[in-house]
């Protein structure tokens, strides 16, 4: 059976390195993989990314650069330089942005892949009518995926109902995270549409993004290992 462990990424969506370095220390060896976002690299910066890859982490940066080419170029450069292994970009940044961005990785010595995010889940149909999006939230997602594809990016960030969709639309051959994870009967926080691991993995995801069911669990240890376990049973 495959190691459920390379599949799960804990997102520190915490407020600070000292309660980040707690938790990745007490949960040790049942996590091989940590997700750093906005919240967390603005107060710690890279020698926080540093220290988790000097101790063996990987690390998925999800800082979703949205600037022009040149400047997401020079930011992939610097994420790169950090040795992270996953990145964001929003693929609204449109197909030159986007370009820019999976050439800097490509060439950059570690290679992360980039991951284009591309409706966030907070907006609606309305939302996007309000900055002059015409069409339904399925479709503006279905095009903003093949353009960040057709540019060279690795990947997208996506929830696993749309995942179903986007693995028959454009196959395999591209890397799939998806947040909004629940284990079964846990509280769902305000993620509106949530997944079980095991259902998210059958539904195509390469990586799971899993924040407070593990964060805020009175066990994260015992959490982990579940969700795990859950992935495994996919396999
Ligand atoms: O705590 P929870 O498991 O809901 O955290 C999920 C993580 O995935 C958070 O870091 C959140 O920002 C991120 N995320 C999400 N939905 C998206 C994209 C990212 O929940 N569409």
């Not at 929003?90 to 942005?97: E, F, I, L, W």
């Not at 947040?179 to 998210?200: C, F, K, L, S, W």
Request: hydrophobic share 45%.
């Amino acid at each position: 059976m495959q190691d459920g462990r390379q599949n799960l990424i804990v997102a520190l969506d915490l407020a600070n390195g000292e309660k980040a370095r707690a938790l990745v220390q007490q949960l040790g060896e049942n996590v091989v993989f940590y997700k750093v976002g906005k919240e967390l690299f603005t107060t710690e910066g890279p020698s926080f990314v540093r220290e988790l890859v000097a101790n063996g982490k990987k690390v998925f940066l999800d800082l979703k650069f949205h600037d022009i080419p040149n400047t997401v170029a020079a930011a992939i450069r610097s994420a790169a330089s950090l040795r992270v292994s996953l990145l964001t970009v929003h693929a609204a940044g449109g197909s030159k942005m986007l370009k820019a961005a999976a050439e800097a990785a490509a060439q950059s010595e570690s290679k992360p892949t980039v991951l284009a995010v591309t409706v966030l889940t907070s907006l609606d149909t309305e939302d996007l009518r309000e900055i002059g999006v015409a069409g339904e939230v399925e479709d503006q997602v279905t095009r903003l995926a093949a353009l960040a594809l057709q540019t060279g990016c690795g990947g997208i960030v996506a929830s696993a109902q749309e995942a179903v969709h986007l693995r028959q639309t454009f196959g395999r051959s591209f890397t799939l995270v998806t947040p909004g994870i629940r284990p079964a009967g846990g509280a769902v926080d305000d993620q509106a549409r949530v997944v079980t691991p095991e259902n998210a993995m059958r539904a195509g995801a390469n990586y799971l993004v899993v924040g407070r069911p593990i964060t805020s669990a009175s066990d994260p240890v015992e959490m982990a290992k579940m969700i795990v376990k859950q992935i495994e049973r996919a396999s």
